[in-house]
């Protein structure tokens, strides 16, 4: 018995998962919700009426929320990654951090994608610029935190982690970090790194899986992609390629519906 992902792989919060998922190895069944399985769209719909993703679902049960998708794989599927650490000190800042990010980072980086999807008439210009704000204010901020630091709470890649990857990855896109904060731009690059990172497209695949192999993500509800190694139809370079592609014209913004390609935003 493995637990199924509901998730996209361009969606950042579904990223957080992979990544989590990636770190340990752990065997799962993956459904992609997108238009080419509908079966799979409405499945993830009745598990979850707000229709957030990712979803999990383990035994007859689902589990909603990123962090929480985190918190029981670590239960339940533990890795050689204790993605939350044993020390309660500890996994009380790995969830602290974990919060910053999807917070301060991963919100005002979705609501300026979000809104340059809007139709001009209806963009918030008052609303992107808070969101610059806040993403200006929470780098400088992480920029003093990260001094000496590995990782986000220390020498150990946790939840946070990956809570900063996906986070960290578009936010630059979008308000560029810039070459002043040192810390932070030398973190997003080690982030970026990690084996795990694949779940983003970046970095190297799992181990299992050569590089030149490359990614499950053209297809549907791919079975899980570490022993699926028959089932990859995309080079990896071809998916670095279509990640460049997303950065439109004017090199800051990517056009594509990173994270609501399953519906216009509401
Ligand atoms: N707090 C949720 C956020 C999930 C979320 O907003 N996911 C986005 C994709 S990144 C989504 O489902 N968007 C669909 C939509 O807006 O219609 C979590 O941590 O899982």
Known sequence: MQPTLYAHPFSSYCQKVLIALYENATPFTYRVIGPDDPEAVSEWAALWPLKRMPVLVDDGKSVLESTSIIEYLALHYPGENKLLPECPEAALEARMMDRVFDNYIMTPMQKIVLDHLRPESDRDSYGVRQAREMLSTAYDWLDKRLDG???????????????????????????????????????????????????????????????????????????????????????????????????????????????CFVGAEK
């Open 149 to 259: 630091q590995e990782w986000a709470t220390g020498a150990a890649f946790t939840l946070a982690d990956c809570a900063a990857a996906p986070s960290l990855f578009y936010a630059d896109w979008v308000h560029e970090i810039g070459a002043t904060r040192l810390r932070l731009s030398a973190y997003r690059a080690r982030l970026l790194a990690r084996p795990s990172n694949y779940a983003l497209g970046l970095g190297q695949p799992p181990l299992a899986i050569p590089a030149s192999i490359g990614l499950l993500f053209a297809k549907p509800a791919l079975s899980n992609p570490i022993p699926e190694l028959a089932s990859v139809t995309l080079p990896f370079s071809s998916w670095k390629a279509h990640q460049k592609s997303l950065l439109s014209s004017d090199g800051i913004i990517p056009p594509h519906p990173l994270t």
